[in-house]
């Protein structure tokens, strides 16, 4: 089955503990993203990847860092997470970044930072 | 910049009524227009999209949108709504010159169908 997996699927931490939430697409999608969704504010981009060891910033980078070594993962890594930080996060892939293309999103991760 | 907004935080409707959910983009180019939708903790799932070509656009579960350029709108509708249909609904934007970064999603509108 086609997807896009995310874990864990909710996490609980204390403020400066650092963190990875992980993200896995089995369509072998050139580009992934990270999202934050919080009340109001619909969906905002945090980082994206086009491929394989490339990756830029979105609309809200501050606080998170990426990695994409291989095409099929795109972990998120909060360093020293903040309860600002407390959201909703999605991962989702496309095949190609041209926009026409649909995003496939993963269940969603809920953190809560103390 | 490009933007979007869903002027309504909420709609109401009746089960069997038709439903419309508003929104309206703004972008420096051509757009791109999406529609998702959320259930209950659950990621989003892709309804239907505007590229180019007729305006009107149908999609999954009976849901159609109309875009219409000289109001900068792309407004969802449905002829008859169910219960099944309350969710979290998100219309999302792209410029079609803005390669690589990707949408831009409303704050979303909830809508409640009530029996």
């Known amino acids: 089955e086609a997807q896009v997996t995310q874990n864990p699927r909710y996490l609980i931490t204390v403020t400066g503990k650092k963190l990875t939430v992980t993200c896995s697409q089995n369509m072998n999608h050139e580009y992934m993203s990270w999202y934050r969704q919080d009340p109001g504010l619909g969906l905002r981009q945090i980082y994206y990847?086009?491929?394989?060891?490339?990756?830029d910033k979105g609309d809200v980078p501050e606080g998170y860092k990426v990695s994409r070594k291989e095409k099929r993962n795109f972990p998120l890594i909060l360093e020293s997470p903040s309860p600002n930080q407390t959201s909703l996060y999605f991962c989702?892939?496309?095949?190609?970044?041209?926009?026409?293309?649909?995003?496939?999103f993963g269940p969603g991760t809920r953190l809560l930072v103390l | 910049a490009q933007s979007v907004a869903q002027p309504e935080d909420q709609v109401n409707v009746a089960e069997g009524n038709p439903l419309t959910v508003k929104c309206t983009y703004s972008?420096?180019?051509?757009?791109?227009l999406f529609w998702y939708v959320q259930y209950p903790n659950r990621g989003l799932q892709f309804l239907l999209k505007?590229?180019?070509?007729?305006?009107l656009v149908k999609g999954s579960y009976g849901f159609e949108a109309e875009f219409n350029k000289s109001q900068t709108s792309f407004h969802l509708k449905k002829p008859s709504a169910l219960v099944s249909d309350s969710a979290l609904y998100f219309c999302a934007v792209r410029d079609a010159r803005n390669y690589g970064q990707n949408f831009v999603f409303g704050p979303g509108t909830r809508l409640s169908v009530l029996p």
């Open positions: 505007y590229i180019t070509g007729d305006n």
């Open positions: 990847s086009m491929n394989v060891e490339v990756t």
């Open positions: 989702a892939s496309s095949p190609q970044p041209a926009g026409v293309e649909t995003q496939y």
């Open positions: 972008v420096s180019g051509n757009p791109y």
